[in-house]
């Protein structure tokens, strides 16, 4: 099994642009979650999902957009990139809430 | 909100030496759980612990749960240099059904 994969692995853009990270199970797990993590400051919760077609925001939702039309997938929309919003991005997912995450392997994000 | 905190921030030791890693959470936790992360990787899960007091080992390393349920240590005995990485805990959110995570603990060991 796969597990939890993130695309891409590294990504560089200009202020302003737009993409989407993506992440997908193959665990059929429930819940799915999106984390930043900065020096120093550990992982913080953007978004997360407690099923197909329920997403809820998390600790620094400003910026970012989530949806889950599928139980596998669990893409973040950054709408317009600011330098505030370089980090490294991990996805996550389990079987239920408090249940333990299976992480992907991150996206480093670099925006200039 | 929440707020787990970790202390210390950094800790580097000789190989063979103990390393302990404490949580605190301002809120009591129903479970607590530990991860690692390896330099360079992305955390992945330890343990969890559920019961008021409880201990549980993994080989050199023992976790506890405190018995309000709002702190919880990690300790491991006789470090060794793959226990170099940053280790985790991490609470449920009351305000939310996902996982508050601390700050961290980066351990460094000098062989």
């Known amino acids: 099994n796969a597990g939890v994969t993130q695309t891409p692995k590294f990504q560089v853009l200009k202020t302003g642009q737009s993409m989407t990270l993506q992440c997908a199970q193959d665990?059929?797990?429930?819940?799915m979650s999106w984390y930043r993590q900065d020096p120093g400051m550990g992982l913080r919760l953007i978004h997360y999902?407690?099923?197909?077609?329920?997403?809820d925001q998390g600790e620094v939702p400003n910026g970012y957009n989530v949806s889950r039309s599928t139980t596998e997938d669990f893409p973040l929309r950054l709408l317009s990139a600011a330098p505030s919003q370089t980090s490294v991005y991990f996805c996550a997912s389990s079987r239920f809430y408090n249940s333990p995450l299976h992480f992907g392997n991150g996206t480093r994000l670099t925006v200039t | 909100g929440q707020q787990v905190m970790q202390i210390p921030q950094y800790q580097h030791v000789q190989e063979g030496e103990d390393f302990t890693t404490y949580c605190n959470s301002s809120?009591?936790?129903?479970?607590i759980q530990w991860y690692k992360q390896r330099p360079g990787g992305h955390p992945v899960f330890l343990i969890q612990l559920v019961k008021s007091g409880e201990v549980k080992k993994q080989k050199r390393l023992t976790f506890q749960f405190g018995e309000a349920k709002k702190n919880s240590s990690l300790h491991i005995t006789a470090t060794q240099t793959t226990d170099v990485g940053t280790y985790f805990c991490a609470g449920e959110d009351t305000g939310r059904r996902a996982l508050t995570f601390g700050s961290g603990t980066r351990l460094q060991v000098q062989p």
């Open positions: 809120t009591t936790l129903s479970n």
């Open positions: 999902s407690v099923g197909a077609g329920i997403t």
């Open positions: 665990m059929n797990h429930e819940y």
